[in-house]
């Protein structure tokens, strides 16, 4: 199926023979086929809120998702179905992980807590699983990686640091400082004698993973390197950065392989199908871009969703891929059944920009809260709880959602009163250690649109 | 209408911080937060250059993009403003900045995360122009006091420039040709890939 597709695509080829460089620039002709019906083959609805992580199982068999939910979804992937909701993050999780062994995942998140989940199989559905709390870094987890023997665990910090981690006695083992502003990304080398990282500062380093000790730079690009893939055998690092740029460069020496983009879009995701070598980039603009290893060759460039990509995954049998966005689901594309360069934008307005005429309290919802919360009774996996008969509710009383400690011990009672004065004063002084953020309305006319909705909408 | 450019000249920047500080200093931009920064490449040694940096105001702002709740909009003019009563924290356009323009507080809700804080090209918020609501959040309107953005008014060495896209080009323009050919705005070559 790959050979032809590819027979539609033209390419050409630039030299730079200034620095005696080969750069490659891809050109996508327009294709003859069109066909303004196009759609997602499948929407897959688990999460509460945007999808910022995902991870395959080694033996492709599960798949695992991280959202702004606080929530890890663990699905099957024959055929695709949620199997069981992981909850023990405070925060938005940003990224998980399996390990070689698929026993293990590794959690991280906006709470700066690595948790890890040990699985048993066959999975069954909706069984509770307790987290281990590995540890904590002192900002953001936005990266992980497993060694290739169990029994370590990377991690890719905000805080600027790698962290090391002995997985078995459960314990830190060094954190590596050194990347200039946020760690980004984080691999183990082959052998895990080594480890890769980039960051916001542009670099991809090589440390030693036995002591930690920075090795030299193996790339420095100068905008942020968000995302990348070694592979030593090939000899090639392929990486996206934020200023848009897809380059693939030498890993042994400053060779450059190829370089794709000049949208000045940032690239945010990137997954490497080693096995069927396609390796495929996902934008700030929803946009994928997916490349043939061998021949470094592009077999599809198209916009999959509205906003952002914050991460895909190529299917095994590579004729589809999920997608991961701003959306509350995530998408599955078949990746050569149709010409999608031509879909501009697809998907739904985004909740914030209600395409019809509304009130100003149903406004006021869906820009201020809707992000965190449902009006649904089994609205439960959000961020937030739901405000499905929420007046008269004891603050922090919602069978199934994990409350702050501030908001168990509250002795708030919601009603008009107290909304009006949470949203008033802001959480932070009326419920001081809540999850919330601080949301406040300065207007009392927007205050009492927005209760007169709620009292309406969660009956 | 005037579309608003910030543009350092990397041959004039002495590394001073005036900028910085006249940016923190005129908004009352909280403890932890810099609005602007200074990078110098090369420090201390041959080909050494600094340039000053904040948000650049993107004309197709990535952070826009990829904002959960919609926070950010564009003025008439091309400044990218934010409204602090939608922002969530979320972090996602730290992801997608390129300049590393966002700025959060250390301690806030989410993760100890608050508002995203960012330069609004001395052009306050969405909250009434020059209001005591809009300082609180965003810092001064200048624009709409008829003002330039004060960390290019405060530059010494008038590096930094700041206003209108068309007069920033002439100014700058009028450098280049006085200096000679080689000497036009650093890292353009590398940021636009007319070299190497």
Redesign the interface.
């Known amino acids: 199926m790959v050979r032809i597709y590819k027979s539609k695509i033209i390419m050409i080829f630039g030299f730079d023979f200034k620095k005696g460089i080969r750069n490659v620039i891809i050109f996508l002709m327009p294709l003859f086929l069109i066909n303004t019906n196009v759609s997602a083959i499948e929407k897959l609805i688990a999460h509460g809120g945007p999808v910022k992580g995902l991870a395959v199982s080694k033996n492709k068999k599960y798949m695992a998702s991280a959202s702004f939910d606080y929530s890890v979804v663990l699905w099957g992937l024959n055929p695709i179905e949620e199997k069981m909701t992981l909850i023990g993050h405070d925060a938005a999780v940003n990224t998980v992980k399996f390990s070689h062994s698929n026993n293990t995942l590794a959690s991280g998140g906006d709470d700066n807590k690595i948790l890890l989940w040990q699985l048993k199989y066959p999975i069954k559905k909706n069984i509770s699983i307790e987290p281990i709390i590995l540890g904590e870094h002192r900002g953001k987890v936005v990266d992980l990686d497993f060694s290739k023997d169990g029994k370590y665990l990377l991690t890719a910090s905000w805080d600027g640091s790698i962290g090391v981690w002995d997985i078995i006695k459960r314990k830190n083992i060094q954190f590596i400082k050194g990347h200039k502003g946020p760690v980004y990304s984080v691999k183990y080398s082959e052998d895990n004698s080594q480890i890769y990282s980039s960051g916001y500062d542009g670099e991809i380093r090589l440390w030693n993973a036995k002591n930690g000790n920075f090795i030299r730079p193996l790339v420095k690009n100068g905008w942020g390197i968000s995302v990348f893939e070694v592979n030593e055998e090939k000899n090639f690092i392929a990486y996206g950065s934020t200023d848009g740029i897809i380059k693939v460069v030498k890993l042994n020496e400053d060779k450059e392989i190829l370089k794709i983009g000049n949208n000045r879009t940032p690239v945010l995701s990137m997954y490497y199908l080693k096995e069927k070598n396609l390796i495929s980039f996902g934008n700030a603009k929803g946009r994928m871009i997916i490349l043939d290893t061998n021949s470094w060759s592009l077999v599809r460039d198209f916009n999959a969703v509205n906003g952002p990509i914050w991460d895909n995954i190529l299917f095994p049998e590579d004729t589809s891929l999920i997608v991961a966005g701003l959306d509350d689901f995530l998408t599955r594309w078949e990746i050569f059944d149709f010409p999608p360069e031509i879909l501009d934008r697809p998907g739904p307005a985004r909740r914030f920009n209600p395409l019809e005429e509304v009130s100003n309290g149903e406004k006021q919802f869906a820009r201020k809260c809707s992000v965190c919360h449902t009006l649904n009774s089994d609205g439960k996996k959000r961020a937030g709880p739901t405000l499905y008969k929420v007046f008269g509710r004891k603050a922090g009383t919602l069978k199934g959602y994990k409350y702050s400690e501030a908001l168990l011990k509250s002795k708030i009672i919601w009603s008009e009163k107290t909304i009006n004065q949470l949203f008033h004063e802001g959480p932070d002084k009326v419920t001081p250690g809540t999850k919330m953020p601080i949301q406040k309305m300065k207007r009392y006319d927007d205050r009492k649109d927005l209760i007169t909705f709620l009292k309406e909408a969660t009956k | 209408m005037a579309r608003m450019k910030f543009l350092c000249d990397a041959e004039r920047c002495i590394e001073c911080n005036a900028c910085v500080t006249a940016c923190k200093n005129e908004h009352e931009v909280p403890w932890g937060i810099n609005r602007r920064r200074v990078v110098t490449i090369q420090d201390g040694k041959p080909g050494e250059r600094s340039i000053s940096v904040a948000c650049m105001h ?1 004309s ?1 702002a ?1 952070c826009m ?2 904002c ?3 926070c950010f909009y564009q003025t008439d003019q091309g400044v990218v403003l934010h409204s602090k ?8 356009c ?5 300049f ?1 323009a966002p700025q959060y507080p250390q301690a ?8 995203m804080d960012k330069c609004t090209f001395c052009a306050g918020g969405p909250e009434t122009d020059m209001s005591g ?1 809009e300082f609180q959040k965003y810092g001064r309107n200048r624009l709409a006091e008829g003002k330039l953005p004060v960390c290019a008014e405060m530059c010494s060495t008038k590096a930094l420039l700041a206003g209108d896209g068309d007069e920033v080009a002439n100014i700058f323009r009028e450098r280049v040709v006085s200096r000679g050919f080689g000497s036009g705005a650093w ?1 353009w070559g ?2 636009y ?1 007319l070299k ?1």
């Open positions: 993107c197709d990535p993009a990829v959960p709740v919609d009563d939608l922002c969530i924290g979320c972090g996602y730290f992801y997608a900045c390129p590393g806030g809700n989410y993760g100890s995360r608050g508002k609501d890292g590398t940021a890939q190497g």
